[in-house]
Each structure stands twice: as structure tokens, then as C-alpha cells.
């Protein structure tokens, strides 16, 4: 009995860590605050360490650019982006840096854009941002 409640109990942990996007979350965070949604998902923390992925769901095909800006005053991450199946590196951030720019994709519609932030190390201070518009 007991064997059966761990086995059903791990195949919910995998089930919960593992995003609908097919990348898997594994983070620890220090008052993070999160939000995703309709053409837009931030993130921001005092602490962070793994990998994170945000969903921007986009529901206007007129819509065709994706913005961001990125900060941190300590560490290092990379932000890759997934509009077509394929994981690219948008930008990367050491030590103390910001980012900010824009991607525009003309070649297809921009329906499901997967964020995946990730750390090899602790970061502090962090702020991203990330919306889809005309």
C-alpha cells in the first residue's frame, strides 16, 4: 500500500512540475511576483535560481512583435523564447545589466510564445517583461 502511495504520489509531483509547453519548471525564488496572460507575463524577484516559463497566450493575429525588457544586480540568466517549436535565445544577463528590445516575426502567426528564463546560479534583484502588440 504504501509503495502504491508513493508511486501515485510521484507521477502527481512530475505531473505538476511539467508545464504544458513540454519545458519543465525548477526554480527556488525569494519574493517572486509572476503573472502571465493574454499578451503579456513579468516576472520579478528578490532571489531566483533555476528556470522559469511564462505563457503569453495571443489572441489578435495583428499582433505580430514581441516586446521585453530584462534587469538584474547580481548573477546571470538567459531568455529563450519559443513561438514555433523551437527554443532561441533571446538575450542574456550578467552581473549588474539590463536589457531591452523587440522581436518582430512576419513569417507566422504568434499564437502560443513560451518564455523560459533560466539560471545557473543564484540572481537578485531581477525584473522581466514581456507583452505582444502591433
Known amino acids: 500500500m504504501r509503495k502504491l502511495l508513493s508511486l501515485i504520489l ?16 525548477s526554480y527556488s525564488a525569494l519574493v517572486m511576483v509572476s503573472s ?9 524577484f528578490e532571489k531566483f535560481r533555476g528556470t522559469r516559463v511564462l505563457d503569453l497566450n495571443n489572441s489578435d493575429d495583428e499582433k505580430d512583435t514581441i516586446y521585453f525588457s530584462g534587469s538584474i544586480d547580481k548573477g546571470s ?3 529563450y523564447i519559443d513561438y514555433d517549436g523551437n527554443k532561441t535565445e533571446l538575450f542574456t544577463l550578467e552581473g549588474s545589466n539590463e536589457e531591452e528590445g523587440s522581436l518582430t516575426v512576419t513569417d507566422m502567426d504568434l499564437h502560443k510564445v513560451y518564455v523560459i528564463i533560466e539560471t545557473d546560479e543564484e540572481c537578485v534583484s531581477g525584473n522581466f517583461d514581456f507583452e505582444i502588440a502591433e
Open 10 to 25: 510521484i507521477t502527481v509531483l512530475a505531473a505538476a512540475t511539467a508545464s504544458c509547453s513540454g519545458y519543465n519548471e
Open 36 to 44: 502571465e496572460g493574454n499578451n503579456h507575463a513579468y516576472m520579478t
Open 77 to 79: 540568466v538567459t531568455v
